[in-house]
């Protein structure tokens, strides 16, 4: 069975807003984020677990050039991407959100 990353409606409302973030600032940032973006999630696709366990089972992917990471749990059928934020958010309130975002 292929792979395939999945997105959460969460995770992908989050990615939108840092995306109009990047645009409002630069206009272009916005398609740079996203191909950052891609690229990270087909390197998640040969190697789900690359990234460090952040709380277990979720892990975190620091997109480089961004202070941005993403945060996902691997499952047998692939990876799901359950949010996208600022590294340097208050962690106990991310892991909150992200409690109710799983899989």
Do not use: H
Not at 5 to 24: C, G, I, K, N, S
């Amino acid at each position: 069975m292929k792979r395939e990353v999945v997105w959460t409606w969460a995770a992908e409302a989050d990615l939108q807003r840092f995306y109009a973030e990047a645009e409002d600032g630069q206009e272009g940032k916005g398609m740079e984020l996203l191909t950052q973006v891609e690229t990270a999630s087909v390197l998640l696709i040969q190697f789900p677990r690359m990234a460090p366990s952040w709380r277990f089972p979720v892990r975190r992917l620091m997109i480089r050039r961004r202070k941005l990471a993403l945060f996902y749990v691997p499952e047998p059928r692939g990876i799901v991407i359950i949010g996208v934020a600022d590294p340097r958010c208050d962690p106990e309130a991310w892991w909150n959100e992200l409690r109710s975002r799983m899989p």
